[in-house]
């Protein structure tokens, strides 16, 4: 019989992770070939466009600090202070699921920029300096990865409402800033939601999946 120190696995999700993460894989799959024949183009301007002319525009240098909270020095931070928490509490398979999901979605991030090349909206002024390709947007990557792994932690919690309604608005402001300060297209930001929710869901499924097998070695060896 295991020890009480034994971290007890994830819960199984499978059933709504597995249908989650094809629904969002096959949605971003029809929205970047979208992208890619510049079929969402007009929309993307025509939305932008109605932004300049909105109040939120003159509201630029607020966005400016917002954005910071998307970006990957905020997410690293937050998700390498998460992992230690964890791995101090011993719940070693929520911190790989974490790392892993963090971790991976910035690779992902990366690979699928220069996958797409997709340059940069240049209707207006940006309001931060930006150096890299459009699509997806790494920000809606980051910050949909870290909700989303958030929400699976936090799902059996009596306050996992509170980490839902946190989370969501986390979202709407991070991609609202970025198409504020002119360095996104609309459909950059909700290709980006796509990207970290199907990640994540890969993530999760890997861990629960793989960990019962990892825990069966690890009690093997230590006897």
């Avoid at 998307?70 to 911190?95: H, I, T, Y």
């Avoid at 947007?137 to 699976?152: D, Q, Y």
Wanted: charged share 10%.
């Amino acid at each position: 019989m295991a020890s009480s120190s034994t971290p007890k696995p994830l819960p199984l999700y499978r059933r709504f992770t597995l249908w989650l993460g094809v629904a969002a894989a096959i949605a971003f799959a029809i929205l970047a070939l979208a992208v890619r024949q510049e079929k969402t183009q007009t929309w993307d301007e025509q939305v932008l466009g109605s932004i300049y002319h909105s109040f939120l525009h003159i509201l630029q240098a607020s966005f400016v600090l917002m954005t910071a909270f998307g970006g990957a020095l905020f997410v690293s931070l937050a998700a390498c202070f998460w992992v230690a928490v964890l791995l101090k509490q011993r719940k070693f398979p929520q911190a790989y699921f974490v790392l892993s999901s963090v971790g991976g979605a910035a690779v992902i991030s990366l690979w699928l920029k220069l996958v797409f090349e997709r340059p940069r909206p240049e209707l207006w002024s940006w309001g931060v300096a930006e150096t890299s390709f459009s699509f997806p947007s790494a920000h809606a990557i980051a910050s949909s990865a870290l909700v989303l792994t958030g929400i699976l932690l936090a799902w059996n919690m009596a306050w996992r409402y509170r980490v839902i309604t946190t989370g969501v608005v986390y979202l709407v402001i991070i991609g609202l800033s970025r198409l504020v300060l002119g360095v996104h297209y609309p459909s950059d930001i909700i290709g980006g939601w796509l990207v970290g929710v199907t990640w994540v869901c890969i993530s999760w499924l890997t861990t629960v999946y793989t960990w019962p097998f990892y825990q069966k070695k690890h009690r093997k060896a230590t006897k």
